[in-house]
């Protein structure tokens, strides 16, 4: 049996105290945050886009059939020929009043290192923790650092290491670079488009494999251990218990967050690492 105990006052922590008193809970964000992904996924469904609930928050989908009781943010993932169907869905159905989203491919400001897509919700506001790699896309005023979530992009790749290895380190050489640059200031236009069509050859040149993972503009993962997974352990899909709606999660959930997360996935992380690690400052 595995002990799920936890501080059950956390999702009752608070990010901010306003000037006012009033105060913005963990569960507030969680709150959002799940609003936000009916959406998201009312939108995928109508267009017939697979996704599928990533990192913590397919762990979140698994262990506690909703949000990890001290997240403070949400996660989905995407095959790459999805994500292009994904973004014109996007153009066409998206709620402009409420969202606006964030990518390379609508501003060349956008940080590659960071996930494909951030889905921003309008009217909020939120600092993240991660300083060197910050978003600076500011095309729309105060609502381009709204609360979000992240969209990582999937791809096809090879489970053998001598194939995988020579293009993944090419980015990865890629990526301290630009991040020095950017973080002075410049805007390494040219070094991003190489490290994406990096990327996309490479899942180009496996699209017949039975392996998927993270597409290789991910590097920060040791790259002689890549996140890589069959097919088959992703796809087709399930939609499971998730707070007071289902959402998709990886057809073997189990083998998804042993490599995603760690083979003792199921096994709670001591109380005192029980906190939320992405906000700085929140505006709901």
Known sequence: KVDLSYNKAMQEYILKTNKDGSVITLRDVQLKLLAMAKDLDKLCRKNNIPYFLSGGSALGAVRHQGFIPWDDDFDIAMLREDYLRFQKALDKDLDKSKYLYQCFEKDDRYNVLIPAM????????????????????????????????????????????LVDLPFRLFNYSLMPLMIGLDNVGV??????????????????????????????????????????????????????????TAL????????????????????LPPIKEQAPKHIVDIRL
């Not at 381009?144 to 992009?153: E, K, N, R």
């Not at 998804?256 to 003792?264: E, F």
């Open 187 to 244: 805007n390494p236009v040219p070094l991003k488009k190489a490290f994406l069509n990096d990327a996309k050859l490479y899942g180009k040149l496996n699209k017949k494999s039975k392996y998927i993972g993270f597409d290789l503009t991910w590097t920060f993962k040791n790259p002689t251990k890549p996140f890589i997974f069959k097919y088959e352990d992703i796809y087709p899909t399930q939609y499971v218990k998730f707070e007071d």
């Open 248 to 267: 998709p999660i990886a057809h073997d959930p189990n083998a998804y967050l042993t490599v995603a997360i760690a083979p003792s996935w199921r096994k």
């Open 118 to 161: 951030k889905i921003r919700l309008r009217g909020t506001y939120v600092k993240e923790a991660n300083v060197l790699l910050r978003n600076k896309c500011d095309y729309d005023g105060k609502d381009s650092d709204g609360l979000f979530i992240d969209v990582f992009v999937f791809d096809y790749c090879s489970n053998n290491y």
